[in-house]
Structures are given as structure tokens and as C-alpha cells.
């Protein structure tokens, strides 16, 4: 399921990323890599704020629809 689609506060774990290698580049330099715990705080005008490695990111639905969980 794509993170996009996940219910606020519920912890989750990275099972994929799906992308061209530059994007998951970028999502591994955020810590967004397999095997990753990741908590979805909120979301607010089609981004989506999460929480990894006790830091906060927000990230566009569009790049939210690339990381299953």
C-alpha cells in the first residue's frame, strides 16, 4: 500500500521504493530505505508530514505514492 494511503499515527514499515534511481537516492539520503520504521503524523494540502529516525519531513502525495509500506 502506498504510503499515501496510510492512517495518521499509525507505524509502518518500508517494504519498497518505487522511482528512478535519483529519486530513491533522495528518499534513502531522508532515511526512507527498506526495512525503515516511518509514523505518519499528518496531512495537510496533499503533502504529507512523517516522522523517521525521530525527525520530521514533509514530502509531496506525489513522492508519498512512491514509498509501499
Known sequence: ???AM???G???TVKTVSGKD???KFLANLGIIK???LIVLSEA???VIINVKN???AISKSMAMRIFV
Request: charged share 30%.
Open 55 to 57: 525527525s520530521r519531513i
Open 45 to 47: 494540502n496533499g503533502n
Open 35 to 37: 526495512g525503515e520504521k
Open 6 to 8: 496510510v492512517k495518521m
Open 22 to 24: 535519483d529519486i530513491k
Open 1 to 3: 500500500m502506498p504510503l
Open 10 to 12: 499509525q507505524i509502518q
